[in-house]
């Protein structure tokens, strides 16, 4: 156990506090593991006592990153077998129609020479969160964003190697990226169709470039809005907790996909591709927690995956988890 260890409750526990903090308007940090089962809800002083760290769309209680200085950052990934193995499991589902789409991660064990929190001090992301002794996230992607009864949504999609020559083009042209980016935006609107009305595509696959300690990748999101009840903030864990698990780390339909995830993936995911996020007293941001780095007895370790659809290619897709092992450097 680590000294922040009392800092995390169970389900029941985090949705009350959500709803007792957002229907009096008080501002507080939380975050929320896969299962939807174990996470915190701390007011900002809280956080502060307990060593956190966050900034959370430009909401911080971190001061500038620190300049970035020469680090070792290597990595023992699962064997290729290992992945195919489980790749295949996967796509015995798809065949038979269980899931169309799924996101297939695993855990690579690290060799750097910075802790979690010099890593929070190197890197930058939209949405960064340090626990001490956990973990540290970077996450380029919003789970949900909350603002004056409008709820939005931008699921990340679609993966490529910025330096490969006609890399947008590409990605953009890509039948399978395209399927699955597809498969989740649909799957996001149905999720949001059952906390809001008037659900809207707002922006449809845009790029968005990520810089990394090894390299830039493109990757594509869309925005899906809606309109919430005017007396959301009385229940806005309820709100989250309907929404999760995320989308665009499980994958459709979410319900047995979750269940093939479980069967296939050989660990478990813990604060990885839950949900963290901030709320100032009016408005809410939240992230999807990938970019993940957690630390366990046998040291570091870095979680990533990518979507399985029935167009996938098995060595392209541990490419891509491959890929996602990066540090976004100043």
Request: aromatic fraction near 12%.
């Amino acid at each position: 156990m680590n000294n922040t260890s009392q800092i995390f409750i169970k389900r029941t526990e985090i949705l009350d506090k959500i709803n007792h903090f957002s229907s009096r308007n008080k501002a507080f940090l939380f975050a929320i593991d896969f299962d939807g089962e174990y996470g915190f809800v701390l007011s900002p002083e809280e956080s502060d006592i307990n060593g956190l760290r966050y900034d959370i769309g430009g909401v911080k209680n971190t001061g500038e990153s620190a300049k970035n200085e020469p680090f070792i950052f290597g990595f023992d990934a699962v064997s290729f077998d290992t992945y195919k193995n489980a790749f295949e499991k996967v796509v015995l589902h798809l065949k038979r129609g269980d899931t169309y789409l799924l996101n297939l991660t695993f855990p690579t064990p690290l060799r750097v020479n910075l802790s979690l929190d010099q890593l929070f001090d190197q890197s930058r992301a939209p949405f960064r969160l340090f626990v001490p002794g956990c973990f540290v996230v970077f996450s380029p992607e919003v789970f949900v964003r909350i603002a004056d009864s409008r709820i939005s949504c931008c699921p990340m999609k679609g993966t490529i190697d910025a330096a490969i020559p006609g890399a947008a083009q590409q990605l953009m042209s890509d039948e399978k990226e395209r399927y699955e980016h597809n498969t989740i935006v649909d799957l996001i609107r149905n999720d949001l169709s059952m906390v809001s009305t008037h659900v809207e595509v707002t922006r449809f696959r845009y790029i968005d470039r990520i810089n990394t300690n090894r390299g830039d990748l493109l990757q594509v999101s869309s925005e899906i809005c809606g309109d919430l009840p005017p007396d959301y903030r009385q229940r806005l864990g309820d709100i989250l907790f309907t929404l999760l698990p995320a989308g665009s780390v499980t994958g459709a339909p979410k319900e047995k996909t979750v269940e093939i995830i479980r069967a296939a993936e050989t660990y478990s995911r813990g604060f990885y591709t839950g949900i963290f996020g901030f709320f100032d007293g009016h408005s809410l941001v939240s992230s999807v927690s990938i970019r993940f780095i957690e630390e366990t007895t046998g040291g570091l370790v870095f979680k990533s995956g990518g979507g399985i659809t029935a167009l996938s290619d098995v060595e392209s897709e541990y490419q891509e988890m491959l890929k996602k092992i990066y540090v976004p450097v100043v």
